[in-house]
Structures are given as structure tokens and as C-alpha cells.
């Protein structure tokens, strides 16, 4: 039955007697207000207490039995006296009142101001997005599974518990009931842990951090006992958990619902997408080979390509079977058995070259320009075209029309570069 004053952005209210305080959303819906939240810092020098109050708290409204049980246990756990606190409003959410009551005769001051891009909030959408579209990839991990355990024994310790035991429980019917009433205590318990975390860590800071590190620490012993999931039902929900887990963070990560849900429908369809999409390409590369075209085409090479090609293959060859050499599965101690020369080996595999200073002079004095083998060849094919001129011009008109089918480029010295 009494009035609240009300709170805007920029206010910085003085008093010192019992008051109550609201700020009333604005229902107009703005797109850089998609993570802006209104930050509210009640200070004081003596110690005052700071009560939320709501309809909510109003049990006899209550409409089912866990709401009745919430806010009883909502009105019995009220946080002690403190002398700073701060409250954090989500924006285009509910209006929010709260009742300040000073034990003594001080000034306390409440401050409003925006925060135009809360971290928390950017932080929450994104890990969704994330963890959305990599479920499949970390439903795998082994580390993700520990980490996931501890994540759920910490925030959860009742569904924990009650999955570690799952195996001495007779009926399935026993362990889905017993499940879900696990999972609504938890859920509370998070709810009432996430607007009481900063009076429980500036009260019970060494309480806390105890639980932390205890539960913790247990949790991953159990998951590290259990070993990661190997079956692929397992690992099917458990990538459904994760993209259902991811959907919750992108709704508590802006503050416009709308917008969640859009970008939820838009997650689902880039994630359903792949499969039309994959069948389109498999049609269109099986179309593809059906309408290919069977016909062989053979293109010759130059005699410069043919160079070109056999310097670069030879080159590649070389450098594969150093590789090769180099690798823990080369059996070297039976190769240097069978090796004449392993020091001209060794030398090869560290990088030297394959042929020797030696004996690449003597393939050009052998096979060179000016060289014996060179000029016994030219001779060879003078006197031999000079021998059967008058049997080729009878022949003239079957060779010309043999060209025309199929032209061929003598390579004299192919068997000298290979």
C-alpha cells in the first residue's frame, strides 16, 4: 500500500529512511538495446538490507505446486545485510521493484545508469552460437566430456549424482521421474544462485570456492572413472543436449525474445540446409558423369615439354624417396647391409645430389655436344639416308599419307636424360 518512486536512466537518488524503488521497462522494442542492461548500484557507509519485491512473491497466486515451493523458499532465504549491491535489468524484460531498509539513520545512494553492451549477455549469445554449430565435433571429445561432467556436477549436483547412480536403479520409469524432479530443484538452484551470487561472494567467499574445487574436483574423477562415450546413441544425445543447451544460451543472450527466436529458426535451417544440399551435389556430379563425354583425347607433347616434364617428375621422385628414407619405417640398418656405398647414401638422404661431380663430366664427354657417341650417331644416319633415298622415293606417297595419321618426334637422347 505504498507508493514506489520511480527509476530512470541517469538517476541519483539520496535518502536515508525505508523506501521501495521500481524501474518500469520500456515496451518499445530498439535493436542496439539488444544487449544493453540497465546496471542499478545501491551503496551506503552502515549496513542496510535489500529485498526484491513482486507479485511473485505472493504465494497464495501461485498456480502450480513448484511455484508455491519457490516462493516459499524464496521468502525464507533472504540475503543478509550488506552495504553495496548491485542489480543488473535485462532490458525489454519485467519491471523491477525492490525495498530498501537502512538499520540506521544514514544516507544511501541508488544509482542508474545503461550499459549499453553487456558483456555477459555478448558472451552468452556467442558461446550458443558456437556450441550450436560445433555439437557434433565436441560431442566426440574426450576433454569436452570431462569438462561437461565437471560443468554439470557443479551447477547441478542432484542430476549428477543421480546419472552416476543411474545403473542401481531397477525401473526406467524411476530413473525419468526421479530425473526430472533433479532437474527442477536443480534449475531453481541456479536460479536462485545466479541473483544471489554477488551477496554470496562477497559474504561466503571461502564457502564457495570450497564447494567449487570439492565438487569439482569429484565430478571429474567420476567422469575420468566412466571414461568418454563410445557408443553412437550416446553420442547422438548427447549432441542434442548440447544444441538444446545452445538454444537456451541465445535466448538468455539478448533481450529482445523475437530476435532469439529468429536466430534460433535460422540455426535450425543452416543446420538442416547441409542435407538437401549434399543429395544436390551428389545428383549433380552423378549427372555430371552420366552426360561425360566417353571419347579419349590424346594430346602429344613437345620435345620441350617432354624435357620439362621428365626434369620436374625426376626431381619430385627424388625428393619423395628422401622423404621416404627419412621416415621411421624405412628399414635403414637393412639397407645399409645391402648398400656398396652408404656414405654416397647418407649423403643422398641429407640433401646432396644423386650423381656425382665425376660422373656428370663423363656423361658429357661420352654423350655431349662434340662427343664420340654423338658424332658416330650423325654419321650413322647420313650414310644410311643416303643408302635407301631410292627406295624411299618409291615410297613417298605411303609415308606422306602415314605422317598425316600420325606425326612422331624422334627423341635421340631420351634414354641419356631418363
Known amino acids: 500500500g505504498k507508493n514506489c518512486s520511480l527509476l530512470q536512466e541517469m538517476d541519483v537518488i539520496q535518502k536515508q529512511d525505508e523506501n521501495c524503488y521500481c524501474y518500469v521497462q520500456n515496451r518499445t522494442i530498439h535493436l542496439q538495446y539488444l544487449w544493453s542492461t540497465i546496471q542499478i548500484k545501491v551503496n551506503s557507509r552502515e ?45 525489454y524484460g519485467e519491471d523491477v521493484c525492490f525495498k530498501i531498509q537502512p538499520f540506521k539513520i544514514e544516507p544511501y545512494v541508488v544509482r542508474v545508469k545503461r550499459e549499453m553492451l553487456d558483456g555477459k549477455l555478448l558472451f ?12 557434433n565435433s565436441l560431442s ?9 561432467g565437471v560443468i ?16 542401481f536403479i531397477p525401473r526406467h520409469s524411476t530413473f525419468w521421474i526421479l530425473m526430472s524432479g533433479s ?36 565430478s571429474f574423477a567420476i567422469s575420468y572413472q566412466h571414461g568418454p562415450l563410445t557408443t553412437e546413441l550416446s553420442i547422438t544425445l548427447f549432441t542434442w543436449t548440447l544444441q538444446l543447451t545452445a538454444f537456451v544460451l541465445i535466448y538468455f543472450g539478448v533481450t529482445v525474445p523475437q530476435v532469439a527466436y529468429a536466430v534460433i529458426a535460422v540455426s535450425l535451417c543452416s543446420k538442416g540446409l547441409c542435407y538437401p544440399l549434399g543429395a ?4 549433380a556430379r552423378k549427372m555430371k558423369h552420366h552426360f561425360k563425354s566417353k571419347k579419349l583425347v ?21 625428393e619423395e624417396l628422401r622423404s621416404f628414407c627419412r621416415s621411421p619405417d624405412f628399414p635403414t640398418w637393412i639397407a645399409v647391409y645391402k648398400l656398396q ?7 643422398f638422404v641429407l640433401g646432396s645430389p644423386h650423381v656425382s661431380a665425376a660422373e656428370t663430366k663423363a656423361h658429357d664427354e661420352q654423350y655431349g655436344i662434340g662427343s664420340f657417341f654423338l658424332e658416330e650417331q650423325l654419321f650413322e644416319t647420313r650414310a644410311q639416308f643416303e643408302q635407301d633415298e631410292p627406295a624411299n622415293s618409291v615410297h613417298e606417297e605411303d609415308e606422306e599419307n602415314e605422317n598425316e595419321m600420325h606425326t612422331q618426334i624422334p627423341f635421340p637422347y631420351a634414354t641419356e636424360l631418363l
Open 124 to 135: 552468452l549469445f556467442v558461446a550458443g552460437i558456437f556450441l550450436f554449430h560445433f555439437a
Open 183 to 218: 532437474w527442477m530443484v536443480s534449475l531453481y538452484f541456479i536460479y536462485c544462485f545466479k541473483e544471489n551470487i554477488q551477496w554470496l561472494w562477497s559474504e561466503h567467499k571461502i564457502y564457495l570456492l570450497g564447494y567449487f574445487l570439492a565438487v569439482g574436483m569429484t
Open 152 to 167: 554439470l556436477g557443479v551447477l547441478a549436483l542432484l542430476v549428477f549424482v543421480l546419472l552416476t547412480l543411474k545403473r
Open 140 to 148: 566426440r571429445s574426450a576433454k569436452f566430456f570431462y569438462l561437461s
Open 47 to 91: 549496513r542496510f538490507r535489500f529485498e526484491p519485491i513482486s507479485e511473485k512473491n505472493n504465494c497464495r497466486n501461485s498456480e502450480t505446486v513448484f511455484e508455491f515451493v519457490a516462493c516459499a523458499v524464496q521468502i525464507l532465504w533472504k540475503p543478509e545485510t550488506c552495504t553495496e549491491t548491485f542489480l543488473s535489468i535485462k532490458q
Open 298 to 318: 590424346f594430346k602429344y607433347l613437345t620435345e620441350e615439354e617432354y624435357r620439362e616434364q621428365g626434369e620436374s617428375e625426376t626431381i619430385r621422385a627424388l
Open 280 to 283: 544436390a551435389c551428389h545428383i
Open 341 to 347: 656405398a652408404p656414405h654416397r647414401f647418407a649423403a
